[in-house]
C-alpha cells in the first residue's frame, strides 16, 4: 500500500489550495478514505472522510463549510479542496487508508497560511 500526498503550499488567508492523495498497491475503490493533519506537539486529527463511492462524507466541525473531501476512483486519487483558509490551518496534511484492519499514511504534504 503507498498513499502519496501533493498539493500543498504558502498560502494567504482567506486562500485556497487543493490537495491530492494517489493511492496504490490496494483497490482504491473498495476503501474509506480519510484526511488528518498534525501540527507539531499535538495529535494528528481528522479533517475529513469519504465513503468508497463518495456518496457520503464528513468534516471536523473546524473545516465544515469550508473544505470539500471527494475522489475519484478512476484515478485513484482522494482530493481535498480548502477555501477560506486561515492560519490556524497550517498544518502537515496526511491521507490514510484502513486495510486489513492496518492504517496506512502518506508522507505528508506541508500546508502554511501566512501573510
Known amino acids: 500500500v503507498q498513499l502519496v500526498e501533493s498539493g500543498g503550499g504558502l498560502v494567504q488567508p482567506g486562500g485556497s489550495l487543493r490537495l491530492s492523495c494517489v493511492g496504490s498497491?490496494?483497490?482504491?475503490?473498495?476503501?474509506?478514505m480519510s484526511w488528518y493533519r498534525q501540527v507539531p506537539g499535538k495529535e494528528r486529527e481528522l479533517v475529513a472522510g469519504i465513503d468508497s463511492a463518495g456518496g457520503s462524507t464528513n468534516y471536523a466541525d473546524s473545516v465544515k463549510g469550508r473544505f470539500t473531501i471527494s475522489r475519484g476512483n478512476a484515478r485513484n486519487t482522494v482530493y481535498l479542496q480548502m477555501k477560506a483558509l486561515k492560519p490556524e490551518d497550517t498544518a502537515v496534511y496526511y491521507c490514510?487508508?484502513?486495510?486489513?484492519?492496518?492504517?496506512?499514511w502518506g508522507q505528508g504534504t506541508q500546508v502554511t497560511v501566512s501573510s
Open positions: 490514510k487508508v484502513r486495510s486489513s484492519s492496518s492504517d496506512y
Open positions: 498497491g490496494f483497490t482504491f475503490s473498495w476503501y474509506v
